[in-house]
C-alpha cells in the first residue's frame, strides 16, 4: 500500500489576506476595480455590487501566481490574476519582497551620508534618488548652489534618464521578443555608464550628488566623452526606429494594449510617461522647474492613446529629448566652483587638511557628526525618468533627518497595473508589467 | 491586440499642446479659510484640519481642481517634542502627511493631520482619489494608522505575521551579528 503523499504536502499553501482572494471573499468596494469604475465613485454613482458577481461566477474563472521569480516581472514583483480563458480579469500585485526598510535606515545616517541610502532605491537611476534627496536637505538648509554644480548635476540627471531609458527599451525589447533590441539598449547603455564610472567612480549607487553640490568636478575632457555619447545614441536611436517603431509584428503587440484613460491616470497618481501617454502635458521639468530646466529648451513628449505604444514613444522620444537638452548642457555650462563654499556643508578640500590643523578638525566634524539642519520639514520634487520622484524631509535640528519619506513613482504606478490589465490577454501581461517601468527596489525600499 | 481608441483629455485639444499654458494665478480667495495654515519651504501651502473634517476638507480640494493626491505618508512625532504648528493645533503623536497636486493649476497643497496615539483612525481618502489605495495601506503597515472606507487594509511591505509597525519611533533598529560580536541590543 502506497502511502497517500497528500497527506505530506501542506494543504494550505496560501499566505493569507495579502493575495487575491476568490469573489465571494472580496470587499464589492475592491471588485468594482474590475470593471474600470476607478472613476465612478467620486461622482456619487456608486455600481450595484450585486451585478458584479453574475457575469463571471467562481468556478469559470481561475486565479493563477505570477512571480515573484518571473524574469518578466523586472524584479521580484508578484502579481496574482483572475483569468476568464485567458483574459484577465482582476490582477493584484503582491510586494514587499526586497523590503529592506531604507526609509528606517534614513532616519539612522546623516545628512551627509543620507544620499548613499537613497541612491539604493532606484537602481536604474540612482543619480535621480541622490539629486531629490539633496535638493530638500538644501531646501531646508536654505543655501544656493553655484551654477556649475546645477548643470553638472542636470547633465547628470539627463544621462541618467538616458541610461534608464535604454535598459527599458531592452528589457520591453526583451519582454515582447526581440532580444536583439535587449543587446542594442544595454549596449548603449553601456556607454553612458562607463562615463559614470569615469566621472564617478562607480556605475551604479555613485553617491556622487550630495548636499551641497557634487563630490567633484567633471574629469577634463568630458566634453568629448559626452559628444561620443550624444553622436552614438542618436544614431542608434535610427535603428531602433527600423527595428521595432515601424515593424508590424511590434505594433500589434503594443498598439491598444494596456490603455488607460487621462482620468484614471490623475485618479491613480500615476505619474511620468504613464500620465503622459494619456495625454496630459505633466513633466516636472517643465512645469515646476528645478535646477536650470527652465533656462533648456526641450518638449514634453505626449501620446493620445494612453497604450503600450505610446509609453514606448514617449520613452524613445525623450531620450532625444534629453539629447537635445545636453547639447546645450555641454554649449552652456558655466565656469566655476561644483559645490557650494559654505563651511558649514562642505568639507574643506583635500589639500588644505595637510597644512592647517582647523581644516583637519572640520573635516573630522563634517566626516563624524554631519552637518546640522534647521528644524522644519519640506516636501521636493524632480522628475525621474519613471514619474514625479518626491522627497518628505522632516529635521528636528539635528544631524540625521527625523523622517525620510521618498514618494517612489514606481510604487504609486503599480496601482494602474490592474486598470490597464483589465480585459486584455494574459500574454499582453507581459508586456504591459513592461510598459510600466518598475523598479523594485524603489517600489518596496 | 484592443480596438485603438484614443481616449481623450477632458479638456479638449488644447491640453494636449507641449507647450503648456503659463500657469494661472492662483484664486485669491483661499479654500475654506476656518482651516489653520501656514506656507512651507518649498512654496506649498500648508493645512492643518481638524480630525473630524479631514475628509471634508480634501473633498473641498478635489472638487476645486486639486486632481492628483500625489504622495501620502505619516511621521511619528514621539521623540519631537515642540515642533511650529499654527496656533489652536493641538500637537499629537502622529500626523499624517497627504500631498495634493493640482495640474491646472501648478500648485500644490499639504494637508498635515494630527493622529493620537490613543485613537489611530482615520478617514480614507480611497473614494476621493483611487490612488490613495497603496499608499494608505504603507501608511498602516509602517505606523499602524487605520483607514476608515479603505477596500482592502492589509500590509503592503511587511510580511502579514510582522509584529509592530516599523516606522514607528519606538520601533528598534535590528542589528545582525557578526563573527567575534554578537548583536547588540536595539539603539
Not at chain 2, 146 to 161: N, Q, S, V
Request: contains cysteine; charged residues 25%.
Amino acid at each position: 500500500m502506497t502511502p497517500d503523499i497528500r497527506s505530506a504536502l501542506p494543504s494550505e499553501t496560501s499566505e493569507g489576506t495579502q493575495e487575491l482572494a476568490q469573489r465571494q471573499d472580496t470587499a464589492p468596494a475592491e471588485l468594482e476595480r474590475e470593471v474600470g469604475a476607478v472613476l465612478r465613485i467620486p461622482e456619487g454613482a456608486v455600481l450595484d455590487a450585486s451585478d458584479l458577481d453574475v457575469e463571471h461566477p467562481d468556478d469559470e474563472t481561475m486565479i493563477i501566481n505570477m512571480g515573484p521569480q518571473h524574469p518578466s516581472t523586472h524584479g521580484v514583483l508578484r502579481l496574482m490574476m483572475e483569468l476568464d480563458g485567458e483574459t484577465v480579469l482582476r490582477t493584484k500585485p503582491i510586494i514587499g519582497y526586497l523590503h529592506t526598510g531604507m526609509e528606517k535606515t534614513g532616519e539612522e545616517l546623516t545628512f551627509q551620508q543620507g544620499s548613499t541610502n537613497v541612491t539604493r532605491m532606484d537602481y536604474l537611476s540612482p543619480l535621480t534618488n541622490e539629486l531629490v534627496f539633496s535638493l530638500a536637505t538644501e531646501k531646508l538648509l536654505g543655501i544656493e548652489l553655484p551654477p556649475r554644480a546645477v548643470w553638472i548635476r542636470m547633465l547628470l540627471a539627463e544621462l541618467q534618464r538616458m541610461s534608464s531609458h535604454l535598459m527599458w527599451l531592452a528589457t520591453n525589447g526583451m519582454d515582447v521578443g526581440s532580444t536583439t533590441m535587449m543587446i542594442f539598449g544595454f549596449r548603449e547603455r553601456e556607454l553612458v555608464l562607463a562615463f559614470f564610472e569615469k566621472t564617478t567612480g562607480v556605475r551604479m549607487n555613485h553617491n556622487f550628488i550630495r548636499p551641497g553640490g557634487t563630490a567633484a568636478d567633471l574629469p577634463d575632457g568630458w566634453e568629448d566623452d559626452v559628444e561620443v555619447i550624444l553622436d552614438n545614441v542618436s544614431v542608434r536611436l535610427g535603428d531602433y526606429d527600423e527595428l521595432l517603431t515601424g515593424q508590424p509584428i511590434f505594433r500589434e503587440r503594443m498598439e491598444g494594449v494596456g490603455s488607460l484613460s487621462a482620468e484614471e491616470a490623475l485618479a491613480l497618481s500615476a505619474t511620468g510617461p504613464i500620465l503622459r501617454s494619456t495625454g496630459i502635458p505633466w513633466d516636472l521639468r517643465r512645469t515646476m522647474p528645478y535646477l536650470a530646466y527652465d533656462q533648456v529648451e526641450f518638449d514634453v513628449i505626449i501620446g493620445t492613446y494612453g497604450d503600450n505604444f505610446d509609453r514606448y514613444a514617449i520613452r524613445l522620444n525623450e531620450i532625444r529629448e534629453s539629447i537635445r537638452i545636453l547639447e546645450q548642457v555641454l554649449d552652456n555650462m558655466p565656469p566655476g566652483d561644483y559645490r557650494v563654499q559654505d563651511k558649514k556643508v562642505t568639507p574643506p578640500p583635500r589639500a588644505r587638511i595637510d597644512e592647517s590643523m582647523e581644516a583637519l578638525i572640520h573635516h573630522f566634524k563634517i566626516f563624524t557628526e554631519g552637518f546640522k539642519v534647521p528644524e522644519g520639514e519640506v516636501y521636493v520634487a524632480v522628475e525621474s525618468p519613471r514619474g514625479e520622484l518626491g522627497c518628505y524631509l522632516v529635521s528636528d535640528g539635528s544631524s540625521k533627518p527625523y523622517r525620510m519619506h521618498i514618494r517612489a513613482p514606481s510604487f504609486v504606478n503599480l496601482q494602474s497595473l490592474p486598470v490597464m490589465m483589465h480585459g486584455g490577454l494574459v500574454a499582453d501581461a507581459v508586456a504591459t508589467i513592461s510598459s510600466v517601468d518598475p523598479v523594485m527596489g524603489e517600489v518596496d525600499r | 491586440m484592443g480596438a485603438r481608441a484614443p481616449r481623450r483629455h477632458p479638456a479638449g485639444d488644447a491640453a494636449l499642446t507641449t507647450e503648456a499654458a503659463p500657469p494661472e494665478t492662483p484664486p485669491s480667495a483661499p479654500l475654506l479659510p476656518d482651516v489653520a495654515r501656514t506656507a512651507s519651504l518649498d512654496g506649498a501651502e500648508i493645512l492643518f484640519p481638524q480630525r473630524a473634517r479631514y475628509h471634508e476638507v480634501v473633498a473641498a480640494h478635489r472638487h476645486a481642481g486639486f486632481e492628483m493626491l500625489a504622495d501620502l505618508t505619516a511621521v511619528d512625532y514621539l521623540v519631537h517634542h515642540g515642533r511650529a504648528l499654527p496656533t489652536g493645533v493641538a500637537p499629537e503623536r502622529f500626523e499624517l502627511v497627504a500631498n495634493l497636486l493640482s495640474i491646472d493649476q501648478r500648485r500644490r497643497v499639504r494637508i498635515r493631520l494630527q493622529v493620537p496615539e490613543s485613537d489611530p483612525v482615520v478617514a480614507s481618502l480611497w473614494d476621493l482619489y483611487r490612488g490613495a489605495e497603496a499608499m494608505e495601506r504603507e501608511v498602516y503597515d509602517m505606523y499602524g494608522i487605520a483607514f476608515t472606507g479603505h477596500p482592502d487594509l492589509t500590509r503592503i511591505l511587511m510580511p502579514e505575521d510582522w509584529e509592530g509597525h516599523p516606522l514607528r519611533k519606538d520601533f528598534g533598529v535590528g542589528r545582525v551579528p557578526v563573527q567575534f560580536k554578537e548583536a547588540p541590543g536595539p539603539r
